[in-house]
């Protein structure tokens, strides 16, 4: 791992994980913040069995840099995305 990819890596475990798509809104700002690109957000969607953007209630870059996909069947009341839905609420 070279400087440029461990200060990435660290900066990413020091921060709360970022929102990627938020009822099933893609974040551009977000992806290009974390650089990834929409085609591996929709393949992490794909893999969780989904079709639709429109389906996903929220997909979280998490600290170990693996994508959380959750579908809007299955987010419940949200309370266990803590303060990440705080920081998307009403937008």
Same mark, same amino acid.
């Given at each position: 791992?070279?400087?440029?990819? =461990? $200060?990435? #890596?660290?900066?990413?475990?020091? $921060? %709360?994980?970022?929102?990627?798509?938020?009822?099933?809104?893609?974040?551009? !700002? =977000?992806?290009?913040?974390? @650089?990834?690109?929409?085609?591996?957000?929709? %393949?992490? +969607?794909?893999?969780?069995?989904?079709?639709?953007? !429109? !389906? +996903?209630? %929220? #997909?979280?870059?998490? $600290?170990?840099?693996?994508?959380?996909?959750?579908?809007?069947? @299955?987010?419940?009341?949200?309370?266990?995305?803590?303060?990440? %839905? !705080?920081?998307?609420?009403? $937008?």
């Amino acid at each position: 791992m070279d400087v440029g990819e =461990a $200060t990435f #890596v660290h900066h990413l475990v020091k $921060t %709360a994980p970022p929102l990627i798509v938020w009822n099933g809104q893609l974040h551009q !700002d =977000a992806l290009r913040r974390v @650089r990834i690109t929409n085609e591996e957000v929709l %393949a992490a +969607i794909r893999r969780e069995g989904q079709g639709s953007l !429109d !389906d +996903i209630d %929220a #997909v979280v870059l998490e $600290t170990d840099a693996k994508l959380s996909v959750i579908p809007s069947n @299955r987010a419940g009341d949200r309370s266990a995305y803590g303060e990440l %839905a !705080d920081r998307r609420e009403g $937008t």
